[in-house]
Every structure is written in C-alpha cells, then in structure tokens.
T-cell receptor, first 112, second 111 residues
Framework: RKEVEQDPGPFNVPEGATVAFNCTYS??????FFWYRQDCRKEPKLLMS???SGNEDGRFTAQLNRASQYISLLIRDSKLSDSATYLC?????????????FGKGTKLSVIP | SQTIHQWPATLVQPVGSPLSLECTVE??????LYWYRQAAGRGLQLLFY??????ISSEVPQNLSASRPQDRQFILSSKKLLLSDSGFYLC??????????FGQGTRLTVV
C-alpha cells in the first residue's frame, strides 16, 4: 500500500517565526511531489510543486530527499494568513497509475 | 484557461435517499478526473478516477458509483445514502504528470 505520512500537528507558531513540515512517502518509484494548502471548509489548492533540486517561492521553500524518501516545506516569516492545513501529495508513475496520494495534512496556526 | 465546476455546494439528504453530484471541466480535453471524499478531521480518500469516457476505476468498495458520460463530465451517485456517506466531496482534474486542480467541493450531510 502506498502511503504518505505527515505529522498532523497542530503547529502553533508566532507571527514571524520559521516553521518546517516534513512528509515521508513509501514508494521509492514516486515521480512527482506537491504541497497543497487547504483552508478550513475549502478545497485544497496547489501551493507549490517540489523539484529534485529544491525550489523556492517567496517565503516558501520545498526540498526533496529521494534517498530518505521525504519532502519538506519551510515557511519563513510566518503570516497570520498562512494558517491552514498543508497537504503533502505524491504521484507514482507506472503503467495504469493515475493516482495522487495525499497525506492527511499538517495543521498550522500562526498566532499574533 | 481551465476551470472546474462542482455543484451543489451544500446538500442535506435523508438516509436512504439517492444522490447525484456533478462535476464539469472547461478549457481542456481528455483530463483524468477524480472524486475524493474528506470526512471531518480526516485526509482525502480517493473514491473513483477516470482516464476517459466510460472508464471508471473504483478505489473503495461502497454504495457509491461514478460515471463519465462525456469527456469533461464526471458524476458521483448513490441509490441509497448512508449516514457514513456524510463528508466533503471533491472533484479534481489533472493532465498527465501535472498537479491536480480541485472544484470547490460539496458538503454533504446525511440525516
């Protein structure tokens, strides 16, 4: 069974703090990786894709470690508006494999 | 640009009643289509996915079914709802190895 594991949190951090989430995946053949953000009672929305070389988008940095099969998301200078649940998503290639596997999410609360 | 429409946004149905949720995608062709369910405080559970018209793969045995009568239309149905069918239902589409895009979801409460 292909699994994606995340620390459910909640992570309660003050404004301006740096926070990091990790996610592990079980299938070493996984090909594509994403971080999604889900606000309460809303649909998940793509935050960023995760590339092998790592990538940065403003205050957000994503890293991929294939050897250890984990993905990380770093948020710098946290804002109140960053409060949400962050979902790790993995896509596995292979014949007939069209599934995206979602972690259960890590809840972040940024406190004034 | 591509858009995905899902309706209704909220639904309250009695136990034993039928269900039909519809999802349509605009601005793309031959997308992979997905139905997910998210129970309160839980992760996303894949229910069905489709890679083409009339092609449905079921991931979880249950009293739900899905159909894809047109390329960009995906329907989730049930003949008789159970209390355990309550949840947040999300339709999504994607192309090949790209990210998935979600509709706004339907919050179903079975009473």
């Amino acid at each position: 069974r292909k699994e994606v594991e995340q620390d459910p949190g909640p992570f309660n951090v003050p404004e301006g703090a740096t926070v990091a989430f990790n996610c592990t995946y079980s299938n070493s053949a996984s090909q594509s990786f994403f971080w999604y953000r889900q606000d309460c009672r809303k649909e998940p929305k793509l935050l960023m894709s995760v590339y092998s070389s790592g990538n940065e988008d403003g205050r957000f940095t994503a890293q991929l470690n294939r050897a250890s099969q984990y993905i990380s998301l770093l948020i710098r200078d946290s804002k109140l508006s960053d409060s949400a649940t962050y979902l790790c998503v993995v896509w596995d290639s292979g014949a007939g494999s069209y599934q995206l596997t979602f972690g259960k999410g890590t809840k972040l609360s940024v406190i004034p | 640009s591509q858009t995905i429409h899902q309706w209704p946004a909220t639904l309250v149905q009695p136990v034993g009643s039928p269900l039909s949720l519809e999802c349509t995608v605009e601005g793309t062709s031959n997308p992979n289509l997905y139905w997910y369910r998210q129970a309160a405080g839980r992760g996303l559970q894949l229910l069905f996915y489709s890679v083409g018209i009339g092609q449905i793969s079921s991931e979880v045995p249950q009293n739900l079914s899905a159909s894809r009568p047109q390329d960009r239309q995906f329907i989730l149905s049930s003949k008789k709802l159970l209390l355990s069918d309550s949840g947040f239902y999300l339709c999504a589409w994607r192309l090949d190895i790209t990210e998935a895009f979600f509709g706004q979801g339907t919050r179903l409460t079975v009473v």
